[in-house]
């Protein structure tokens, strides 16, 4: 299944793993940098590595697709938003 990243997808806590399901990883953010300059990062579950930081919401959901990246959870708000 392919799945297409929006910006409104994109929120701390949500995990995601790449397209071979290899590595996991989890949206966090930095309290340190206000949200408008992009404060969102991804986190490995595997090892705590910081993968990708420094992200708005829409220039994740750009990364996620780019990666092929998908959800570890699909939402019922996602499918609804989707059908609509």
Known sequence: MKYQW????????????SHNRAERYMI???PS????????????LRDGMLAK????????AKHLNESGMR???VR????SAKAA
């Open 6 to 17: 929006e910006a409104h997808d994109v929120f701390v806590g949500r995990k995601v793993e």
């Open 28 to 30: 966090g953010y930095d």
């Open 33 to 44: 940098i206000n949200t408008e300059d992009g404060n969102l990062l991804m986190v490995s």
């Open 53 to 60: 930081s420094g992200e708005t919401a829409e220039s994740m």
């Open 71 to 73: 959800p570890i959870c």
């Open 76 to 79: 019922a708000e996602d499918v």
